[in-house]
């Protein structure tokens, strides 16, 4: 591997990011597998990248996203951490064995043709992946928490895989979306499916009353709905288990059903404002209103969710939610565990007390886990 010194990088040019590459190749060259691998493990040797360098001058883009994140499998590296922000670069703590990133200008001191193109924008993360081991994690964990790694071995005694959903903001709401859908699916649970329309033409309706216009989430509401049909057998739409992962790969099918959701919680957190307001006081402050703060918070795209954003959620639709906490809690005595929680619904609207949705929780992510 190749480093340049911050020096010679801080008086470069970065929007000819050619001149960070010691053999001169030209900025649209295709990076060579065997220098990938120093750093991250690769599926295939054939890949095709179309590195952009007119945006920003220092990230590079990717043409063909999903083909791009196929190749992606969780490294060990003891260069980068922590693995699970998964290349968005926004997020993304890096440390280099020689010297350290520039927080501020992200400028990277590298051999641009090789590590650089493992650096991808936000924009280049598929909504949700396919299922993979938990064992995964602990390859992430590996030169980490020790915590972290005993309460993965915690969490494997009952669960078997996870699903990993980008990390935008939206990674609650989208994790309930597929989640629920893939419920629906395996089980093929129509009174359920009954159930929950009747839950969300509730929402529609306190909306309304809330003064909001149909247009404000009418679209979000039919292609809700219309996943909710798709994954039920029998019809000329009906959904395979891979038609689904496509569909919730899709920014406009996903983000549609994740903005209903943000919306039916909206709703419930403003219906029941004597229940919520005490809760959510130290989010709201006294420079808005609890109506601003639904507005901007819950119903805002990429806007991250807290407890109260669970609650109405499974309070709004009636579905309970199980949250696995995977953090560095400890308190040095007894056993070690890994917290759960399961949020119910409120009233007798669940259908069932024990959830059949699971999520783990690490600190400002959720992804969605799958019991043995």
């Not at 120093?38 to 360098?53: A, C, L």
């Not at 299922?131 to 969490?155: A, C, M, R």
């Not at 109405?312 to 696995?324: F, K, N, S, Y």
Request: aromatic fraction near 12%.
């Amino acid at each position: 591997m190749l480093f340049h010194s911050k020096e010679e990088i801080d008086e470069k040019d970065l929007s000819d990011v050619s001149t960070l590459s010691p053999d001169n190749s030209p900025p649209n060259s295709t990076p060579t597998v065997s220098s990938w691998e120093e750093r991250w493990d690769v599926k295939s040797e054939d890949v095709d990248f179309d590195i952009d360098t007119e945006v920003t001058g220092k990230f590079p883009l990717v043409e063909d996203e999903a083909r791009y994140s196929e190749l992606l499998v969780p490294s060990s590296s003891p260069t980068v951490s922590p693995w699970e922000d998964r290349g968005d670069v926004k997020g993304l703590y890096i440390e280099y064995q020689h010297f350290d990133i520039d927080p501020e200008t992200m400028k990277f001191p590298l051999y641009w043709t090789s590590l650089l193109a493992f650096f991808p924008s936000s924009s280049s993360r598929l909504l949700v992946t396919v299922n993979e081991p938990l064992s995964t994690l602990i390859d992430e964990y590996q030169s980490g928490s020790v915590v972290f790694l005993e309460k993965i071995k915690i969490i494997g005694e009952n669960y078997v895989s996870l699903r990993r959903t980008r990390r935008d903001g939206n990674c609650f709401f989208r994790c309930f979306v597929f989640s629920y859908l893939e419920h629906i699916l395996e089980t093929q649970d129509k009174a359920e499916v009954d159930r929950i329309k009747g839950h969300i033409q509730e929402s529609i309706k306190t909306l309304r009353n809330l003064q909001y216009v149909d247009h404000q989430f009418s679209d979000f509401y039919e292609i809700f709905t219309e996943l909710l049909d798709g994954v039920i057998q029998g019809h000329e739409k009906s959904l395979s288990d891979e038609l689904l992962l496509q569909r919730c790969q899709d920014g406009l099918y996903s983000d549609s059903a994740v903005m209903f959701c943000r919306c039916a919680a909206s709703a419930e957190i403003q219906s029941r404002r004597d229940f919520f307001e005490p809760f959510l006081a130290p989010f709201i402050g006294t420079s808005q209103t609890l109506e601003q703060f639904c507005k901007t918070s819950v119903e805002g795209m990429k806007q991250e969710s807290d407890h109260a954003h669970i609650v109405a959620l499974t309070d709004a639709l009636g579905v309970p939610v199980r949250v696995v906490y995977l953090d560095s809690s400890f308190s040095g005595t007894g056993p070690m565990t890994a917290n759960q929680h399961d949020f119910l619904p409120s009233g007798a609207s669940a259908p069932g007390e024990k959830p059949f949705i699971s999520l783990l929780y690490r600190p400002g992510h959720y992804d969605i886990l799958y019991p043995k």
